[in-house]
């Protein structure tokens, strides 16, 4: 399976459809898709089903499948004032598959960053109920976390950011210590491997990046990890996503 923040269906359609026709995996998690229409008929002659959940404007995450797919939740529990198109849970071949696209939180100090770290204190909620009903789990997306100083080029570029603070990056090993893997972490020990590069003063040519998008996988799956790689063809087109997708293959 594979995620990519795509920062616009609209705008990186063909990106995504000549991608799927070249690297053709089973499942596929979209986020920011900026729009409430969604191509899902573009998908389905490829092959793929297709679930989303979108806003105007803003957000939106969406899941495709070779495979059957059963909707379970479009919301994230816990708040019931959130309407934010950022969570999207389904079941595919007997394992559970949740699409995330986590909040910024940017600035520090506002009710944004308030809602990013609450949000994710709601996900880890629900993670851990998952745990405990041992179903097959895997959650991905775009968390918005730098999960250690490795994650980044450079992290005194980053030390005002929200992704960089302590509060979520905390929250995100509390999410390990629950017993959640992070799949390339496991795989990949070295720093220097990213997914996203800002547009400006040539990020991506000089590799100075972030990861930020994360498979995280329930212990029932960890022995099943067989490979997780970055794929960094996709940010070197015209007119690219500044996120490029993270591929995660089970056994």
Known sequence: ?????????????????????????????????????????????????????TQKAYNGVAILSKSPIESVSNALSGDETDTHARYLEVMVSGIRIVDIYLPNGNPIGTEKFDYKLAWMERLLVKMSAWKAGGVPTVVGGDFNVIPENIDCHKPASWIHDALFQPEPRALYQA?????YTDAFRL??????????????????????GIRIDHFLVSPSLRSKIEACEIDKGPRAQLKPSDHTPILLTLR
């Open 175 to 179: 999410m390990l210590t629950l017993g």
């Open 187 to 208: 795989l990949h020990a070295e720093g220097g491997q990213f997914t996203f590069w800002d547009y400006f003063r040539q990020a991506f040519e000089n590799n100075r």
């Open 1 to 53: 399976m594979a995620s990519w923040n795509v920062n616009s269906i609209k705008a990186r359609l063909d990106h995504v459809t000549t991608w799927l026709k070249s690297r053709n995996p089973d499942v596929l998690l979209l986020q920011e898709l900026k729009g409430t229409e969604f191509p899902s008929e573009v998908f389905q002659n490829l092959g793929f089903e297709s679930v989303a959940v």
